[in-house]
Nanobody
Framework: QVQLVESGGGLAQAGGSLRLSCAAS????????MGWYRQAPGKQRELVAV??????NYGDSVKGRFTISRDNAKNTVLLQMNSLKPEDTAVYYC?????????WGQGTQVTVSS
């Protein structure tokens, strides 16, 4: 069983920055996916950024503004969010896939004011 714990959410102004971190209770393995999704009120959960091995995928709306990084030795993943926009307001979830099973954190709120 993998447990994921997020931290770093909060309130930011448009144009500002926030950094999210996620720590996994067990080893995820560099070949398994680990990253971030988000869900805004009334909307479906969407990809923010996920990394697996040498591959990283970003959602179109965050490309060029957000950067994901991962420390496989520490089983952590970070999300640096720059140039924040009000539409980035959402609950951000850490996610990891191990042996075809997806695990999710409980989420951290990010609110961007205009």
């Amino acid at each position: 069983q993998v447990q994921l714990v997020e931290s770093g959410g909060g309130l930011a102004q448009a144009g500002g920055s926030l950094r999210l971190s996620c720590a996994a209770s067990g080893s995820i393995g560099s070949g398994n996916a680990m990253g971030w999704y988000r869900q805004a009120p009334g909307k479906q959960r969407e990809l923010v950024a996920v990394t697996s091995g040498s591959t990283t995928n970003y959602g179109d709306s965050v490309k060029g503004r957000f950067t994901i990084s991962r420390d496989n030795a520490k089983n952590t993943v970070l999300l640096q969010m720059n140039s924040l926009k009000p539409e980035d307001t959402a609950v951000y979830y850490c996610a990891a896939r191990v042996v075809f099973q997806w695990y999710w954190g409980q989420g951290t709120q990010v609110t961007v004011s205009s």
